[in-house]
């Protein structure tokens, strides 16, 4: 029985959200029109001129700082010659012998633990258009040609497909706080290739299987399971692995052969002749710095400790920054930070679900629940002016009103506190009304106090606090 080791590694593509193309002008946009967001420029018409795409590149050299690249202070574009009916121009610009980042390094969770990849290198390209297969005849849509798209390679060092779906998730989070990527895989705005080799232990690398068209994390994981059973199955029969490109059919679950692998040779890359290197300065530099936000595993394992929330708390939060802004401007105004998670995760999880709307639109114009009120409404709970079922009422007023929560409690008589002697005059009327029940209360029978708690509910239409009525009747009976 021979034990093999296995070598994972991951080539990311993202697309960067961009107003504009790369190289033009055209407007990089996901679900248009067919052929609507097109130009001489991206379809790639004999002698037009790119030019690049200011923030193209402050975006990339955002995530390879935030991945611990080495930033290139020199950075070129090259041709990478193809053939395919997508690419216009026979050739793609990207970056090959001084991509902008290098060497870094990214930390994800897996198992429980910190882990740690190293990144080979981040580059920028452009996007190619994309093909669309229908009843027998295939249609080309270039209105994703030339949209800005970066590459990250990581070094081929997960172990298992586990890591590699714990590591793809980590980092879309991460490109999402950042802000460069909306991190979508369906939309194909972030897209996943995976190399796996293996060999027997201690030996190295083995000869490396490309696997493409994994459209979800989840898919990332079970192809690479397949395809290490697969090249174990191989090598244990004496046989060879092919270094090919496989395709992952996620209908039935198997890795098909595609083509065999092409070497960097075959693209027979040379400089862009008319793109100059990039020759960021130290402003440049400085922009990239003060653009750098607090990552999610890092702010994850801040709030947890600050606020004293659970681990499965702090994933919730953390999973989307609006989300984690939202909560901790709650927080700042004033409410506790325990209700507020549990809020958020309750609450107010459930509204913003049956609204259409997803914790990614907190602190957004368009969701009528800000911080403010949020914590207006926990700040009025914890001083027992409304108890928790009038609390629910008053979130569900503010999302159909888009009132604060303090209007909305005064406007319609929910405020138990309002008037403490009208309850209590209440809970008297109620207990002389019923003397059985008081009198068995007094004589130590707790049973009769839900009847009266009933009765003084109907009286306030539900608004009295619990806590206080229990308090008034055994006040009023001593
Ligand atoms: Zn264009």
Same mark, same amino acid.
């Given at each position: 029985m021979i034990n093999y080791e296995t070598f994972i590694g991951l080539e990311i593509h993202i697309q960067l959200l961009t107003e504009t193309k790369i190289f033009c002008g055209c407007k990089s946009k996901f679900g248009d029109k067919p052929n609507s967001n097109v130009c001489p420029v991206c379809l790639g018409y004999p002698g037009v001129l790119p030019a690049l795409n200011e923030e193209a590149v402050k975006l990339s050299y955002i995530v390879c700082r935030a991945m611990n690249c080495t930033l290139a202070d020199y950075g070129v574009f090259e041709r990478k010659n193809y053939f395919y009916p997508d690419l216009t121009k026979n050739y793609q610009i990207s970056q090959f012998a001084n991509p902008f980042g290098r060497n870094g390094y990214f930390e994800y969770e897996s198992g429980g633990e910190t882990k740690r990849i190293n990144i080979h290198e981040i580059h920028l390209e452009e996007d190619a258009g994309k093909m669309i297969h229908q009843g027998g005849r295939s249609f080309c849509d270039y209105n994703r040609a030339g949209t800005c798209l970066l590459e990250i390679v990581t070094e081929p060092e997960f172990k298992t497909g586990q890591e590699a779906e714990d590591f793809l998730q980590a980092f879309r989070r991460t490109v999402r706080h950042l802000g460069v990527c909306d991190g979508n895989m369906e939309e194909g705005s972030l897209r996943c290739d995976a190399n796996i080799s293996i060999n027997e232990e201690g030996k190295g690398l083995g000869r490396k299987v490309e696997i493409k068209n994994m459209n979800s994390s989840r898919f990332v994981k079970m192809a690479l399971g397949y395809e290490r059973k697969r090249q174990e199955k191989v090598l244990n029969s004496g046989g060879v692995i092919v270094q090919e490109t496989r395709l992952w059919d996620e209908a039935r679950s198997v890795s098909e052969s595609m083509r065999t692998k092409e070497e960097a040779h075959d693209y027979r890359y040379f400089p862009e002749p008319d793109l100059p290197p990039f020759r960021p300065d130290q402003a440049f530099f400085d922009m990239i710095e003060a653009a750098q936000v607090e990552l999610p595993l890092a702010r994850r394992k801040r709030i947890a400790a600050e606020y004293g929330l659970s681990d499965e708390q702090a994933d919730y939060i953390v999973e989307e920054k609006a989300c984690t802004d939202y909560f901790e401007?709650? =927080?700042?105004?004033?409410?506790?930070a325990q209700?507020?998670?549990?809020?958020?995760?309750?609450?107010?999880? !459930?509204?913003?679900?049956?609204?259409?709307?997803? !914790?990614? %639109?907190l602190g957004?114009?368009?969701?009528?629940?800000?911080?403010?009120?949020?914590?207006?409404?926990? =700040?009025?709970?914890?001083?027992?002016? *409304?108890?928790?079922? *009038?609390?629910?009422?008053?979130?569900?007023? =503010?999302? %159909?009103?888009? !009132? %604060?929560?303090?209007? *909305?409690?005064?406007?319609?008589?929910w405020d138990s506190t309002a008037d403490e002697g009208e309850l209590e005059k209440i809970v008297k009327q109620v207990l002389d009304d019923n003397p059985k029940a008081a009198e068995q209360i007094r004589g130590g029978d707790q049973k009769p106090r839900g009847f009266i708690m009933g009765k003084v509910m109907a009286a306030t239409k539900g608004t009295a606090n619990p806590q206080s009525v229990q308090e008034l009747i055994s006040n009023l009976l001593a």
């Open positions: 401007k709650t =927080v700042a105004a004033g409410a506790d209700e507020t998670a549990k809020w958020i995760m309750g609450n107010v999880a !459930k509204e913003l679900n049956s609204r259409g709307f997803s !914790k990614s %639109d957004t114009a368009a969701c009528p629940l800000t911080s403010a009120r949020l914590a207006e409404l926990l =700040v009025m709970l914890s001083e027992n002016r *409304i108890h928790g079922k *009038i609390a629910a009422q008053a979130l569900q007023a =503010v999302f %159909d009103e888009n !009132k %604060d929560p303090g209007t *909305i409690v005064s406007e319609k008589g």
